[in-house]
């Protein structure tokens, strides 16, 4: 599918890559997760991603029906396979192969930079 | 709420009891409540069923929701595994007295980056206790975390920190673990729960498998410290330690009969002792499965109840095989007075059998208890943990002042087996019957060799079974030795015929002496009438005498007057006896 102008993406249609990152209270390590998750999306999969936060403090009841033990936790909802990565995402390697975004990333840039590193 | 915990006022240990079986017994009421405890042990042993029980008692029995967080089985396993027990988890979730939640950690879905922490569980686990008011939660087994997330000082950090916050909720944690090799568990559990651990273990021993379950530690309190075995069957997990090692069970005078009428007899003509174990020893096909169906039939007909092991027989063969010397025992089956237990020694390990029996006793309420026999369970043990298992059903049966009768193989020329000998200080009677070989034939006998507290007969006596049961027959003892059967009868006819010809002899005898007597007494009647006859001669002499005297007299004085004789006329005037002396 092509790229879509990155600002109106969300807005008009459901973007392919639903990402859901849980966290638990203000902390942190949540405010770091969110800060890298977003950072790699923009650079990987810019206007094709929708970042929902899912505070458990809140809603303590989602952590048993998604699975979740550790946070922060991102959870790739869609396109399946459900993937999902724990940490504050600070090592963008571990996140992109966590992922599993190397392969719908259009940078060969990153993509060669991935292969050399595994 | 009906929770049973131990009075707070006395400062002591708050215990969440089990409802174990056994477990409680162990651990002295229960785990320790509002704490954590390690329930370590092998794979399959048992950590997660017992974890299970601990919630559905609790949640049935004691008033106190539980939260199950399984790490390795889904919920619809759990309760497929659990429902062969009897439990219904899914009516227990339904009203809130259980929740499972199956934490789902798959290696392969996980990426790790930078810094987290496991506050996703501790919030799981903070919302699940809540919704349904849990006070119990199990975590089987936490340790798939270790294995499954790759930065061990996270998880040390977040477990330390959940079991401080376990602590505060007030819950009773049993947290489950495999066992490692130097440590108790691989992951070193152990670190984070102080208060109470609790080792389980599946042995393998020749070719049988044993569970065992310790108590390793128990903060605050005292505890039982041995391995005790447990089993896993149809109720769950039930463990039968021998707590009371003293010997203070009640004992009675009151005895029952043996179903053997002369049996009685020589058992000071009451019978055994209630509660009394006897020890029936003997060699192949000595009657001793007989002996021991007729205490039950006896049982039965007084309205007992009687359970009967047997290790050899399936119970219809022993109820066909009595009923060849009269014994009924169908009817007993029938109404519910006599239970067999029929299973064969090698099928399960010894303690396994010891719990099995010692559950159904305690089930059944039987007045008598059969174990048939004895020898068949040699194999499964060795002698020392034969008795100790012997020694701990005795007691048992004891204490619930059952009488048992246990029977035993004893090989040829070996009068006394490897059990007898291993058991024979702990029963209070004990019979043994014996295989007499004469003039080819095979008797079988009698004799009690002891029976405490009891004026028993010392003497050995026939044992004969036939379609009228079991009957004891005087033994014939004389100078050639002890005579049964056949040889008997035939030593009882010469016994007989030599009576006979004793009898005639004194008869004659009597018959000459009487012979004799009235000999005698024709003798001195003879006497008798010859003394009379010599007593009239005499009598006759002396007349004949005195007359012959007088003749003469006068004779000499019709002389003297012929002649003239002056003298002899003068003396006409005088006495006669002057004339005498003028004579010469």
Same mark, same amino acid.
Do not use: C, M, W
């Given at each position: 599918m092509k790229a879509r102008p990155r600002r109106n993406s969300r807005l008009f249609k459901a973007p392919d890559w639903h990402l859901q990152l849980y966290v638990a209270g203000p902390t942190p390590k949540s405010a770091a997760a969110f800060r890298n998750l977003e950072r790699i999306c923009e650079e990987h999969l810019a206007g094709r991603y929708h970042i929902e936060v899912i505070d458990l403090i809140k809603n303590p009841q989602i952590a048993r029906y998604d699975q979740?033990?550790?946070?922060p936790t991102v959870v790739?909802?869609? !396109? !399946?396979p459900v993937r999902k990565v724990i940490g504050d995402l600070s090592n963008t390697e571990r996140v992109l192969a966590g992922l599993d975004l190397r392969r719908h990333d259009s940078s060969p840039f990153v993509s060669r930079k991935g292969k050399t590193q595994l | 709420m009906k929770k049973k915990t131990t009075d707070t006022n006395r400062n002591e240990l708050r215990k969440s009891p089990t409802g174990i079986r056994g477990l409680d017994e162990i651990t002295e009421g229960g785990l320790p409540a509002g704490r954590p405890t390690l329930v370590c042990g092998g794979t399959g042993c048992g950590k997660t069923l017992l974890a299970m029980e601990f919630l559905v008692h609790g949640a049935t029995e004691y008033g106190e929701p539980g939260v199950f967080m399984a790490f390795e089985e889904t919920a619809a396993e759990l309760t497929e595994n659990v429902a062969s027990l009897g439990f219904d988890l899914k009516t227990l979730i339904a009203r809130k007295l259980l929740l499972i939640d199956y934490v789902q950690i798959e290696r392969y879905e996980f990426e790790e980056t930078g810094e987290y922490d496991l506050e996703g569980l501790f919030l799981r686990l903070d919302q699940a206790i809540d919704v349904i008011k849990a006070k119990r939660v199990v975590l089987?087994?936490?340790e798939s975390l270790f294995s499954r997330l790759s930065n061990p000082a996270i998880m040390r950090e977040s477990l330390h920190r959940l079991f401080r916050w376990l602590k505060q909720r007030g819950v009773t944690v049993i947290m489950t673990g495999e066992r490692g090799e130097g440590p108790l568990t691989r992951y070193g559990l152990e670190e984070y729960v102080s208060d109470c651990v609790i080792s389980l273990d599946h042995r393998v021993l020749d070719q049988t498998t044993t569970r065992r379950i310790r108590v390793v530690k128990y903060r605050g309190s005292t505890h039982g410290t041995n391995e005790y075995p447990f089993l896993i069957d149809k109720v769950g997990i039930s463990i039968w330690p #021998? %707590?009371? #090692?003293? *010997?203070e069970h009640h004992t009675s005078d009151e005895c029952i009969p043996t179903g053997i009428e002369r049996l009685d007899a020589m058992l000071d003509g009451r019978g055994y002792y209630r509660g009394s174990s006897i020890l029936l020893s003997g060699t192949a096909g000595t009657g001793k499965t007989s002996v021991a169906a007729t205490l039950a039939d006896a049982t039965c007909r007084r309205g007992g109840r009687c359970q009967f092991f047997s290790f050899e027989e399936s119970p219809e063969q022993i109820m066909r095989n009595m009923s060849t010397i009269g014994l009924g025992l169908q009817q007993w089956v029938k109404k519910g007075r006599l239970q067999f237990q029929t299973v064969r020694?090698?099928?399960?390990g010894l303690e396994m059998h010891l719990a099995r029996a010692i559950r159904l006793i305690t089930e059944f309420e039987p007045q008598v208890v059969i174990v048939d026999? *004895?020898?068949? *369970?040699? %194999? %499964?043990? %060795?002698p020392v943990e034969l008795k100790a298992a012997m020694m701990r059903l005795i007691d048992f049966l004891k204490m619930k002042g059952i009488t048992a009768m246990y029977t035993d193989l004893t090989s040829d020329g070996n009068s006394l087996a490897l059990t007898d000998t291993a058991i024979s200080s702990l029963v209070d009677t004990w019979l043994i019957l014996r295989d007499l070989e004469l003039n080819g034939e095979r008797h079988r006998s009698l004799h009690i060799l002891k029976s405490r507290g009891m004026a028993h007969s010392n003497q050995a006596r026939e044992f004969i079974m036939s379609e009228r049961g079991i009957e004891l027959k005087d033994v014939y003892r004389g100078p050639s030795g002890m005579l049964t059967g056949s040889a008997r009868a035939g030593q009882e006819a010469r016994e007989r015929a030599l009576q006979v010809i004793r009898n005639e002899e004194v008869e004659r005898q009597q018959l000459d002496l009487k012979r004799k007597h009235d000999l005698l007494e024709r003798q001195i009647a003879a006497l008798h009438s010859e003394f009379s006859a010599e007593e009239a001669r005499i009598g006759r002499i002396n007349d004949y005498r005195l007359r012959q005297k007088q003749s003469r007299a006068g004779d000499e004085l019709e002389m003297g007057l012929s002649r003239k004789d002056d003298v002899k006329i003068g003396r006409? *005037?005088?006495?006669?006896?002057?004339?005498n002396g003028t004579k010469s």
């Open positions: 979740i033990i550790a946070v790739r909802k869609s !396109p !399946p | 089987d087994t936490i #021998v %707590t009371s #090692v003293h *010997l020694p090698f099928y399960y026999q *004895l020898s068949g *369970l040699e %194999t %499964t043990g %060795t006409k *005037l005088i006495p006669k006896n002057g004339g």
